[in-house]
């Protein structure tokens, strides 16, 4: 069973400051990752994408991944308060199947 | 742009009774089309996914089923409604290539009495 981790937190943080999500997945060849917001109540909503390791920057997210580590991150820049919400971070893996990890609820204190 | 519609945005049936949920995709052509479950503060369960119309493949062997009747609506089913089918049920869709994103639609809130 392919699997993808997040820490379920909540992860708190001031307002300001960065917010800094983890996941890592067991499917080496994964290829394709990407984060989701979902705030209570809702729909998951697409964020970012990242395809190769590296950084990937769009306006206060960064996506980051490292495939040697199997580790993809996404750091959010001057937090705010509408930013708290679960992230859920997802990869397809060698099945083409999209495959999600149970979430990190953040919480971000004005 | 791409649009997805799922209705209804919530709904109440007893124990027993039948299911119907619908999802619609406008702005794309052969989509590939899921349907997941959300239980309260759990993960996204993969229900069904469609690759084309009449095509369905299930994940998870339970009462409720799935159908492709059109390029781009997708409908769950159920004939009889268990408690443990309460839950946030999502329709999502994404490109027909291989490693793109799904996008989701507002869901439906399901609670079984």
């Known amino acids: 069973q392919k699997e993808v981790e997040q820490n379920s937190g909540p992860l708190s943080v001031p307002e300001g400051a960065i917010a800094s999500l983890n996941c890592t997945y067991s499917d080496r060849v994964s290829q394709s990752f990407f984060w989701y917001r979902q705030y209570s109540g809702k729909s998951p909503e697409l964020i970012m994408s990242i395809y190769s390791n590296g950084d990937k920057e769009d306006g206060r997210f960064t996506a980051q991944l490292n495939k040697a580590s199997q580790y993809v991150s996404l750091l959010i820049r001057d937090s705010q308060p509408s930013d708290s919400a679960t992230y859920l971070c997802a990869d397809y893996n060698a099945g083409n199947m999209l495959t999600f990890g149970g979430g990190t609820r953040l919480m971000v204190k004005p | 742009s791409q649009t997805i519609h799922q209705w209804p945005a919530t709904l109440v049936q007893p124990v027993g009774s039948p299911l119907s949920l619908e999802c619609t995709v406008e702005?794309?052509?052969?989509?590939?089309l899921y349907w997941y479950r959300q239980a309260a503060g759990r993960g996204l369960q993969l229900l069904f996914y469609?690759?084309?119309?009449?095509?369905i493949s299930s994940e998870v062997p339970q009462n409720l089923s799935a159908s492709r009747p059109q390029d781009r609506q997708f409908i769950l089913s159920s004939k009889k409604l268990l408690l443990s089918d309460s839950g946030f049920y999502l329709c999502?869709?994404?490109?027909?290539?291989?490693?793109?994103?799904?996008?989701f639609g507002d869901g439906t809130r399901l609670s079984i009495l």
């Open positions: 469609s690759v084309g119309i009449g095509q």
């Open positions: 999502a869709w994404s490109v027909s290539d291989n490693n793109q994103p799904q996008h």
């Open positions: 702005g794309t052509s052969n989509p590939n």
